[in-house]
């Protein structure tokens, strides 16, 4: 069984309520940047990464089920995509893409094709197809 890639991982060592602003996010091949925003939101959990000085003044934001690890010892989380695989993500506007459906749509499926990810990108809700809320549901 597959999970959400808008869920935090059972396996990734998340503790419900824990603040991960200031942590360091690791890729598998280096470092990415610092947790500017995170959100706990069950189905909608990701990641606001600043990236500094790695793509100069952007912020990526990463579905809370691309994360294999966290360690809140050293302040670091560790997520199962390279910097290339990141960096390839759809261009991310805090300001317009936080609340945008289609484009967590979108990211979802960027992440999820990663070859053995085992997570799913579901239909967002109100989207034709989708198991929300629509006309035909009573």
């Known amino acids: 069984m597959s ?9 990734a060592g998340y503790t419900p309520g824990a603040d991960l602003t200031g942590y360091k996010v690791e890729a598998t091949d280096g470092s990415i940047g610092k947790v500017d925003k995170h959100s706990q939101d069950v189905g909608d959990q ?3 990464v600043d990236t500094g000085v790695w793509i100069f003044g952007k912020e990526v934001l990463l579905p809370a089920g691309t994360i ?4 809140a010892e050293a ?8 910097k290339a695989q990141i960096k390839a993500a759809p261009e991310f506007d805090k300001n317009k893409h936080l609340g945008d459906s289609e484009y967590h749509h979108e990211l979802g499926t960027h992440y999820s094709s990663g070859g053995g990810s085992g997570i ?3 239909t967002p809700p ?5 198991l929300g809320d629509g006309p035909d549901r009573p």
Not at 3 to 11: L, R, V
Not at 68 to 71: E, H, L, W
């Open 68 to 71: 294999t690890g966290i360690d």
């Open 126 to 130: 109100g989207t034709p197809g989708s």
């Open 3 to 11: 999970e959400n890639i808008w869920n935090y991982p059972s396996a």
């Open 75 to 82: 302040k670091t989380i560790s997520v199962g995509r390279t």
């Open 46 to 48: 990701y990641l606001v």
């Open 120 to 122: 799913t990108a579901p």
